[in-house]
């Protein structure tokens, strides 16, 4: 992985897709995904920003953030490898309780220019929208200590499913990683439930199909020796 993110990008750029507002400018009023990406953008001065940067300005907010940063990259083909080890020493955090992240060198140095910043908020499916709309602060378990732990380890499980091959198996875990980490940035526990489920359903899907190849390797090996 090298540190220049926006070389994996290049397909983020599709013709017609909806403008994000200039860096600098954070309007409430829009759909979460949009708001969050000029944030990160309007607090981190420069053509490029580091995740080193993101982690700085953000704080106990920085997880989330940086989750969703990685994973919306991820739904595109070929995409997911690239991002999974970052997305998995943050997941471990997480998950061993860490406040905010302390990222290796060679991870927080990985840089994403601005303007390509401003394009992931074009990434969003039509059904992650539909979840957007329903976002608000929420208390319960998933703004607790216990439940970020929660979400840290799930988190782990997606990124060991975009680095481990398998046809299909980065979407699913994906999206729910990408709803549960609007819930865990937005502090709305109901979202981020939701996002835990559609998380541990993805999962069992890519471990399902994962464990299929590896059976059906195991027989190919057994038919030829």
């Known amino acids: 992985m090298d540190g220049n993110i926006e070389a994996h990008l290049t397909t983020v750029r599709a013709p017609g897709s909806t403008p994000v507002q200039a860096p600098g400018v954070v309007d409430e009023a829009s759909a979460p995904i949009s708001r ?34 990685l994973l919306l990259p991820a739904l595109l083909p070929g995409m997911a490898t690239v991002f999974g080890l970052p997305l998995l020493i943050l997941g471990i955090q997480m998950g061993i309780g860490r406040q905010v992240p302390k990222l290796p060198q060679v991870v927080a140095r990985q840089s994403i220019r601005r303007e390509d910043l401003l394009r992931l908020a074009s990434l969003s499916s039509s059904w992650l929208r539909k979840v957007e709309r329903y976002i608000r602060p929420r208390p319960g378990f998933f703004t607790s200590p216990a439940g970020d732990r929660l979400v840290g380890w799930l988190t782990a499980y997606v990124a060991l499913m975009l680095i481990l091959p398998g046809p299909g198996t980065n979407g699913p875990p994906a999206f729910g990683n990408i709803v ?44 030829l020796f």
């Open 36 to 69: 969050i990406v000029a944030e990160v953008a309007a607090r981190c001065p420069g053509e490029r920003i580091t995740l080193g940067e993101m982690a700085e300005a953000f704080g106990d907010r920085a997880f989330g953030l940086l989750i969703l940063l």
């Open 180 to 223: 549960m980490a609007l819930g865990l940035v937005e502090h709305d526990s109901r979202v981020t439930a939701w996002g835990a489920g559609l998380t541990v359903a993805g999962c069992a899907f890519a471990t399902g199909v994962l464990v299929a190849i590896a059976w059906l390797g195991v027989k190919a090996l057994g038919w």
